[in-house]
T-cell receptor, first 111, second 114 residues
Framework: ELKVEQNPLFLSMQEGKNYTIYCNYS?????LYWYRQDPGKSLESLFV???NGAVKQEGRLMASLDTKARLSTLHITAAVHDLSATYFC???????????WGAGTKLIIKP | NAGVTQTPKFQVLKTGQSMTLQCAQD?????MYWYRQDPGMGLRLIYY???????DKGEVPNGYNVSRLNKREFSLRLESAAPSQTSVYFC?????????????FGDGTRLSIL
């Protein structure tokens, strides 16, 4: 059974600092996704990671994938208040459309 | 650019009542999905439709039924609502044939069952 674990589940940090959110999954998978959700809002796609060693960057966010370690990271560089949100990773199950989601990391960035 | 549209946005039901949540997408996607989101648990897949004319169970299908009405529309029905079905429901769509494409989400339906 595919399980996806994120840590930490809650993170409070100061503006200007760097930090990393981790996403571990229990069985092999072809695709991993990162999403952002603001309170009371929908989910917004950030990154799609398809292969071992994949790295994608958008602004202050960078995501990477290590399929051998079954680990993805979301790195935040020089955090700003606008990045406060809940971040989810999701892993595709058996290449059959189903995504298994982590519980989310609630990130609060204090000015 | 509507994307994925869900109706209604909010609903309060009494235990035992039935209702249908509607979802429509205008991106010509083949695949559509229904999720529920509960506090601290991420999203869980209820049902999905890989293509028009097919539907399959996800992780938590009990108490729900779905209909893929056409390529654009995918509805979720609660036949006899229970308090455990109080949740936020999200519909999503994707073009699964393109591996670099994510799922696109609607704004959600906040459902309370008393």
């Amino acid at each position: 059974e595919l399980k996806v674990e994120q840590n930490p589940l809650f993170l409070s940090m100061q503006e200007g600092k760097n930090y990393t959110i981790y996403c571990n999954y229990s069985t092999t998978s072809d695709r991993l996704y990162w999403y952002r959700q603001d309170p009371g809002k929908s989910l917004e796609s950030l990154f799609v990671l398809l292969s071992n060693g994949a790295v994608k960057q958008e602004g202050r966010l960078m995501a990477s994938l290590d399929t051998k370690a079954r680990l993805s990271t979301l790195h935040i560089t020089a955090a700003v208040h606008d990045l406060s949100a809940t971040y989810f990773c999701a892993v595709e199950k058996d290449s059959n459309y189903q995504l298994i989601w982590g519980a989310g990391t609630k990130l609060i960035i204090k000015p | 650019n509507a994307g994925v549209t869900q109706t209604p946005k909010f609903q309060v039901l009494k235990t035992g009542q039935s209702m249908t949540l509607q979802c429509a997408q205008d991106m010509n996607h083949n695949s559509m999905y229904w999720y529920r989101q509960d506090p601290g648990m991420g999203l869980r897949l209820i049902y999905y439709s890989a293509s028009e004319g097919t539907t399959d169970k996800g992780e938590v299908p009990n108490g729900y039924n779905v209909s893929r009405l056409n390529k654009r529309e995918f509805s979720l029905r609660l036949e006899s609502a229970a308090p455990s079905q109080t949740s936020v429901y999200f519909c999503a769509s994707s073009d699964f044939t393109y591996s670099n494409q994510p799922q696109h989400f609607g704004d959600g339906t906040r459902l309370s069952i008393l």
